[in-house]
């Protein structure tokens, strides 16, 4: 069992920039691969990023390549999500996950998820 908490949402202007962390505990948080979705009102959960267990390989959902970066630290037991050049569109509820795996990207691949943090972009 691992127990994520999400955190460093808020409200920005659009331009502005953000940085998500989750940070696990339980086992070992090295072994599980990580990923962020994201939920907007009235729409279905979507990907964001993927990170696997080494942090050797990333994954994006094609639309925010270039302006999201997923990182981990697994010394701290915690991995990010930095945001740039936010836009309105981006306005959602993120989500850490947490896998049993080396690498997932849907979300069916992830055993543990975090209760959101809100991420609001004002135009």
């Known amino acids: 069992q691992v127990q994520l908490v999400e955190s460093g949402g808020g409200l920005v202007q659009a331009g502005g920039s953000l940085r998500l962390s989750c940070a696990a505990s339980g086992r070992t948080f090295s072994s599980y691969a990580m990923g962020w979705f994201r939920q907007a009102p009235g729409k279905e959960r979507e990907f964001v990023a993927a990170i696997s267990v080494s942090g050797s390989n990333t994954d994006y959902a094609d639309s925010l390549k270039g302006r999201f970066t997923i990182s981990r630290a697994n010394g701290k037991n915690t991995v990010y999500l930095q945001m740039n050049s936010l836009k309105p569109e981006d306005t959602a509820v993120y989500y850490c996950?947490?896998?049993?795996?080396?690498?997932?990207?849907?979300?069916?691949?992830?055993?543990?998820w975090g209760q959101g943090t809100q991420v609001t972009i004002s135009s």
């Open positions: 996950a947490a896998a049993v795996r080396t690498r997932a990207i849907r979300a069916d691949e992830y055993h543990y």
